[in-house]
Nanobody, 123 residues
């Protein structure tokens, strides 16, 4: 059974930083691209960042470029999202997700999703 478990969310003041983690189990982690999405109240879920299975390619939403960094540790089956210069607009439930390594992995809908971790940024 595949499990993706996010952690590291919380309440932070504007301008602050958080580091999210997502621990994966039940899948061959190094064979999956990993992604972060977020969903704010009343809004649709949106893509945040993605990283290929061997970390040679990363992608970011324009809204987080230069502030967020995605990384992974295949030895620990964990993907991270370092979030800096946070603003109230970053308040959302953050999900990690896994897509099999394949051409077109960036746009491919993930096969597996975590339950999410809440990030709240106060102004």
């Amino acid at each position: 059974q595949v499990q993706l478990v996010e952690s590291g969310g919380g309440l932070v003041q504007a301008g602050g930083s958080l580091r999210l983690s997502c621990a994966a189990s039940g899948l061959t982690f190094s064979s999956y691209a990993m992604k972060w999405f977020r969903q704010a109240p009343g809004k649709e879920r949106e893509f945040v960042a993605a990283i290929s299975w061997i970390s040679d390619n990363t992608q970011y939403a324009d809204s987080v470029k230069g502030r967020f960094t995605i990384s992974r540790d295949n030895a620990k089956n964990t993907v991270y999202l370092q979030m800096n210069s946070l603003g109230p607009e970053d308040t959302a439930l953050y999900y990690c997700a896994a897509s099999p390594a394949s051409p077109g992995w960036v746009r491919r809908t993930p096969n597996y999703w975590g339950q999410g971790t809440q990030v709240t940024v106060s102004s």
